[in-house]
């Protein structure tokens, strides 16, 4: 069954260093999601892209957080220098399109900053 | 703006019953769609079902049926036959045809009894 792939599952690291998180979606997914859920809420959206292209980027720190999904395919998620603030899970997700269709969720990178 | 309200953050069921799950919502595009979809204490994010704005009948799959009573704005959950392994956070999420992107609520904590 097709599944979108996630690494690391966990990481912890230091405050002020330099993290990164890897996705996959499923293949032929257009548009691919990354969330961040901080422990006891809902997932709330840092970027969103169709195909290459960044579609929604609106509540993403720009100043130390960094997206790109180069050839439509896999994406990278970074956060230089990192804050304990940004201890949560990170989410992808992909769906065929943007219309109005499911998401599936990867089984997310659970992050702690010390 | 869109916006899901969730406001049972926690809800316990005796197994092989039947339980509701609440879910407003809000937003001004006519087209939409409804989403559920259930958390594990592992994290990864399982889809569940979907309604969308146009449809006339209530979504069903398996155990999970969706009350959806537009009039209203509410998207209610319902688990029939309830399972051990039904525990987990349950999350309602809307996605609209004006941003494409998946807004979620603070989810509610379901506890099936033995």
């Known amino acids: 069954e097709a599944e979108v792939a996630q690494s690391p599952r966990y990481k912890i690291t230091e405050k002020s260093q330099a993290v990164a998180f890897w996705c996959d979606p499923i293949s032929g997914h257009a548009t691919l999601y990354w969330y961040r859920q901080i422990l006891g809420q809902g997932p709330e959206l840092l970027v969103q892209?169709?195909?290459?292209?960044?579609?929604?980027d609106s509540q993403l720190p720009k100043d130390r957080f960094s997206a790109e999904r180069l050839k439509g395919v896999d994406s990278t998620l970074k956060i230089q220098p990192a804050e304990l603030g940004d201890s949560a899970m990170y989410l992808c997700?992909?769906?065929?399109?943007?219309?109005?269709?499911?998401?599936?969720f990867g089984q997310g990178t659970r992050l702690t900053v010390v | 703006a869109q916006k899901i309200t969730q406001t049972q953050p926690g809800m316990f069921v005796q197994e092989k019953e039947a339980v509701t799950l609440d879910c407003t919502y809000d937003t001004s595009d006519q087209s939409y769609g409804l989403f559920w979809y259930k958390q594990p204490s592992s994290g990864e994010m399982i889809f569940l079902i979907y309604q969308g704005s146009y449809d006339e009948q209530n979504a069903t799959e398996g155990r999970y049926s969706l009350n959806f009573q537009k009039a209203r704005k509410s998207a209610n959950l319902v688990i029939s036959a309830s399972q051990l392994g039904d525990s987990a956070m349950y999350f309602c999420a809307i996605k609209t045809s004006g941003t494409y992107k998946y807004i979620f609520g603070t989810g509610t904590r379901l506890k099936v009894l033995a």
């Open positions: 892209f169709q195909d290459e292209s960044v579609v929604d």
């Open positions: 997700a992909s769906s065929i399109g943007q219309f109005l269709s499911e998401a599936f």
